[in-house]
């Protein structure tokens, strides 16, 4: 790998003066405002673990109480700090056809005491562990992607017994909510803050819920959601038949081998075929169920989608593949980013975490961005 610039260094440097002079309002006091640029380098420094103990260490403390000071008690405005976040990346990667996508991500826990910790299942696993689950809005476009949102999920465990709440600092207010109503929240603040979107897409645990559909058709917001075989379609002749029935209709050369884009060992190729479904059409509007055939296997994944009417296959293919960027941003998130290496308990704390964190992710990808189109970086303060 060839060395990094002096210039290079500075552009890095650059790029987040700016971020960090775009959310220091949210900072009442001078010590937080400084702290929490020393939190954004250490947290993208090349730390072995990324703690209130290193962070410290790093920026020349003697202990972490400043750094965890930052996250539980100091006076910022966590939540406003996520939507400058959001709104910067949005500044760089914004465009009409952008995608918002859906999932979730498991943090390993030890102990019974950090908010909504509890034997589940953890994608990141692939098992049912001991861990945090957070809920997170990704936004790609064909300029990169970030995370744009997440929550911390709690279990209905946690959410029927307030004085464990409380003492895990949740406020009373937040009451249950699956992880399909934390994404529809998610997606209503995006949409409602105006961020340039074409459609939503998600994994099957988001895509099955047809009350999320029936909002994002509401919204006029296009989707491409995963779904189980056995979901229940409703065809163009008013009856209803299993996805995997209708699909199994197909005749062969309804099948058409795209990419569903570019991969970590080169193009993803699968076997595409559609069928339109439901009827009484919106004027201008679609809708389809999408099958994703496996070359090598035959496995079949199928979609429940809803976009405008001259959308073509190789479009919905498109944005059925575009769920992968979530994937690659939580696995920099964590590797780049410190996304996973906390160790606070709290409802705060851990959002403040996080959005520290995104913000960094948010911050390399922008300089990437930036240093790929070959800009000057903007003057220094």
């Given amino acids: 790998m060839s060395a990094v610039t002096v210039a290079e260094v500075d552009a890095w440097a650059a790029e987040l003066d700016r971020l960090h002079a775009r959310i220091a309002g949210r900072f009442r006091r001078a010590e937080p405002r400084a702290r929490v640029r020393q939190y954004l380098c ?8 990324k703690n209130g103990w290193t962070l410290a260490e790093r920026a020349g403390e003697v202990s972490p109480d400043g750094m965890q000071r930052l996250l539980r008690w100091a006076d910022w405005d966590v ?22 996508i859906v999932d979730d991500t498991g943090f390993l826990k030890k102990g019974v005491r950090s908010a909504g910790v509890a034997r589940q ?8 562990e001991n861990c945090q689950v957070g809920v997170f809005l990704a936004y790609r476009s064909a300029k990169g992607h970030g995370l744009i949102d ?4 709690l279990p209905a465990a946690w959410t029927d017994n307030r004085e464990r709440c409380r003492a895990a600092g949740i406020p009373d207010d937040v009451e249950f909510a699956t992880k399909p109503q934390i994404a529809k929240t998610m997606l209503a603040r995006a949409l409602d803050a105006g961020v ?34 056995n979901d229940d379609m409703i065809t163009t002749t008013m009856g209803t038949c299993r996805a995997d029935e209708l699909i199994a209709a197909l005749p062969g050369q309804a099948w058409c081998r795209l990419s569903a884009g570019p991969g970590a060992h080169g193009p993803r190729d699968y076997d595409w075929a559609r069928m339109p479904i439901r009827i009484c059409w919106r004027p201008g509007r679609g809708h389809w169920l999408l099958a994703r055939r496996s070359i090598t296997t035959g496995e079949i994944a199928y979609y429940v ?42 409802w705060r ?3 403040a975490h996080i959005t520290l964190a995104m913000a960094t992710h948010a911050w390399l990808a922008v300089a990437r961005t930036v240093a790929a189109k070959g800009e000057p970086a903007p003057a220094r303060a």
Wanted: net charge neutral; glycine share 10%.
């Fill in 42 to 49: 250490g947290l993208a420094a090349g730390l072995q673990r």
């Fill in 79 to 100: 939540e406003a700090v996520r939507d400058d976040v959001r709104d910067y990346l949005i500044e760089h990667l914004g465009d009409p056809q952008g995608v918002l």
């Fill in 121 to 128: 299942y953890s994608g990141t696993a692939g098992r049912v």
């Fill in 150 to 153: 997440r929550q911390v999920y």
């Fill in 196 to 229: 340039p979107v074409g459609w939503v897409t998600a994994d099957e645990a988001y895509g099955q819920v047809k009350g999320l559909r029936v909002w994002l058709e509401e919204r006029d917001v296009g989707y491409v959601l995963a779904t189980r075989r």
């Fill in 305 to 346: 989608c809803y976009g405008p009417r001259r959308t073509r296959l190789i479009d919905l293919a498109r944005i059925a593949g575009s769920r992968w960027a979530i994937e690659e941003c939580f696995q920099q998130a964590k590797q780049e980013a410190g996304l996973d290496d906390y160790q606070v308990r709290d």
């Fill in 349 to 351: 704390a851990w959002h």
